[in-house]
């Protein structure tokens, strides 16, 4: 289900409390919005979030979606060659799964690999050389827009061949067990 930030802020009257700076952290109620389905247990039903870090969540997203607009401009005007799979829309879902994980923990992403290239340690710099062929990017510019990886921030990367995550995600289970 999507929530528009006004529903989930109504939901919320902390949320409209902490946006005015009047607290330093919000209480999120989740109850309701979402069901399970053959779980034992049920995951929170309420979240917490500091004004700095909505925040930085706010600013993360704008970053990647201003970049995913230029990526789009620039597709478009045909300087980045080949397919261009874009991740605009999809921001929030990157954000959340970083803040959830660990610097530790392994990503791997199939198409729309630009923003969490930049969320693990990369700069849009770094995402924009690869897209447009220069040597400086992610797979020194020879990858394009499906093929990122940063092995030091334990992201392996987006796959250009549909299900081919699948057994990248298999051997990175077997070397970390």
Known sequence: ?????????????????????????????????????????????????????????????????????????????????????????????????????TQEDSWITSYRCHCVALIRGGSVEKVLAELFGLHHGYTKGKGGSMHFYNKEHNFYGGQGIVGAQVPVGVGLAFAAK
């Open 1 to 101: 289900m999507l929530l528009s930030l006004r529903s989930l802020a109504s939901r919320a009257p902390a949320a409209r409390t902490a946006a005015r700076g009047m607290a330093s952290e919000a209480t999120f109620s989740l109850e309701g919005l979402y069901q399970t389905h053959n779980l034992d247990s049920a995951p929170p039903t309420s979240t917490v979030a500091t004004k700095d870090e909505l925040v930085s969540y706010l600013t993360t997203m704008y970053t990647m979606r201003r970049m995913e607009i230029t990526c789009d401009n620039e597709y478009k005007a045909r300087t980045i060659r080949g397919f261009c799979h874009l991740y605009d829309g999809q921001e929030a879902i990157a954000t959340g799964i970083d803040d959830a994980f």
